[in-house]
């Protein structure tokens, strides 16, 4: 395992694993921590793993880990990894299996005071507007052909079905739609998971969340992406479901002959991969597309019968119960973006698993609104704790490959949680902070308690303190939905 003596400190929040540390590394690994996070960090085998990454094929940049950082397959979750495009290797294992997991926010013009007689209501009516639980589906059935066009088409099919309007899709990372997308190469086990789940939330750490706008730290950013103190904003975070899981599955399987065939040498056969020049490459690049779209029209549909749901609690009760969507990022994907490295700007895939982009100012794939400030940067808490809305910064594009953290990150394995922790007793100590939770199960509950993740005060403090991130905006839970 990679100890503490093995780092070299750059900056009070920088360190560096140099190419030195093992003669297999063809790049350094650059770590974001501050001396706490660290204690935490070294206890798996995350930096490990980071290390394993820098051992790949046309990797143009450093291996960089976020600071919410922890060990996943493969890839540590919290790596970022950017190889040339296309002789460069793409790696599932650097994407995720839930392709496309990630988070959007809507804000609205809801005061907390006007909205707390109906929180319960709103909590009932989001429960059941928007579907939750393992292997649970949408409200809505599609034809393979309707899914096909799911996956081809993202949040732009959602437009076409009344699902979504010009600005959820200028407010999209992406616009809601990477091209490329091929359904051809998904298999017939990933269609038939996908044709009943868009609309669906799933489980694990996935939720709904109604937040109250705390603080506010930067008004002009705050006020350009519609967040106001004192008012409801709300959070969904989700993904591919079952169809992204099985890509990710059946090309984790098949990429293996592909090593060997391109002669690829690996400390960690989780890290399969395959030239994204080759057949085996463009064929993932495009099932990973499809699944990529397919997370992005969930979120959006997600967000429509959120929508109907505020609507059914909020009509003729309030005025302003609409909600506008702020932003939609995605923190499990890979992307082929050109950043200046080593002063030339070269074309590159940024694998991201559990980071997310956080381009700065003056990015051309940001919307007009945004140009000015940066992409809107969101970073939610445990369920219990507080979420951030940051912004990316120029720092980011210079050091980070315009990346940053995506959550608080685990400490704690879903299994021990459930061990230690009682979902019945946490669903109590929730409430009595006036949080109100609905859960499909307390087992489901116990696994993302507080106390299994790492201070996301934390983790936010050290992304602003190496400028590649600035605070907007905290949030505090009041209504949690969880799968």
């Known amino acids: 395992m990679v100890s503490r003596s093995d780092l070299q400190q750059i900056t009070p929040y920088e360190w560096e694993i140099p190419v030195s540390h093992r003669p297999d590394m063809r790049v350094p690994v650059r770590l974001f921590a501050s001396e706490e996070l660290l204690q935490e960090i070294t206890r798996d085998k995350s930096l490990e793993q980071a290390v394993n990454a820098a051992t790949l094929p046309g990797l143009a940049s450093a291996v960089l880990v976020m600071p919410d950082m922890h060990q996943g397959y493969g890839f540590p979750i919290g790596g970022v990894a950017a190889t040339r495009y296309p002789e460069g290797v793409i790696s599932p294992g650097g994407i995720g299996y839930d392709i496309n997991c990630g988070v959007r926010l809507l804000a609205s013009r809801l005061l907390y005071q006007e909205a707390k007689p109906h929180l319960e209501d709103l909590a009932t009516a989001l429960n059941q507007f928007c579907p939750s639980g393992v292997g649970t589906g949408g409200r809505q059935r599609f034809s393979l052909r309707e899914t096909g066009e799911v996956c081809r088409n993202g949040s732009q099919w959602a437009r076409r079905k009344g699902f979504a309007s010009d600005q959820d899709l200028r407010r999209t990372e992406e616009g809601g739609r990477i091209s490329g997308a091929d359904p051809r190469y998904i298999s017939p086990r990933a269609w038939q998971r996908g044709s009943s789940q868009v609309g669906s939330l799933g489980a694990g750490n996935h939720f709904i969340e109604i937040d109250l706008v705390e603080s506010v730290f930067d008004p002009e950013a705050a006020r350009v992406m519609g967040l106001q103190e004192g008012y409801l904003a709300l959070q969904i975070h989700c993904g591919s479901r079952g169809l992204g899981h099985q890509v990710c599955s059946d090309y984790v399987k098949s990429l293996q002959s592909a090593v060997d065939r391109y002669g690829i040498q690996l400390p960690d056969r989780a890290l399969v991969c395959a030239p994204m020049d080759t057949p085996e490459g463009e064929a993932y690049l495009s099932a990973m597309a499809c699944a990529a779209n397919y997370a992005f029209a969930n979120r959006q549909v997600l967000s429509h019968q959120a929508r109907e749901a505020f609507e059914s609690v909020l009509a003729g009760r309030v005025k302003n119960w609409g909600l506008s969507l702020v932003y939609d990022v995605a923190h499990n994907i890979g992307k082929i973006e050109t950043h200046s490295i080593g002063g030339k700007e070269i074309e590159v895939c940024v694998h991201r698993k559990g980071a997310t982009r956080a381009f700065g100012p003056g990015a051309e794939d940001l919307p007009s609104e945004y140009g000015k400030i940066g992409q809107p940067v969101l970073v939610p808490g445990s ?5 951030w809305v940051l912004r990316g910064t120029e720092g980011a594009m210079r050091r980070s490959l315009g990346s940053c953290c995506h959550g608080a990150g ?7 949680a459930k061990k230690t922790i009682r979902g019945e007793d946490l669903r ?10 609905r859960a499909g199960s307390m087992a489901g509950l116990a ?15 050290t992304v602003v303190q190496a400028g590649i991130a600035a605070p907007v905006a905290r949030l505090k839970p009041l209504v949690v939905i969880k799968g």
């Open 383 to 387: 369920m219990g704790t507080s979420s």
């Open 410 to 416: 685990r400490v704690m394995s879903r299994s021990k």
């Open 428 to 437: 109590a100590s929730l409430e009595k902070k006036g949080i109100t939770i």
């Open 447 to 461: 696994e993302e308690a507080p106390a299994a993740y790492k201070d996301v005060d934390v983790v936010v403090d």
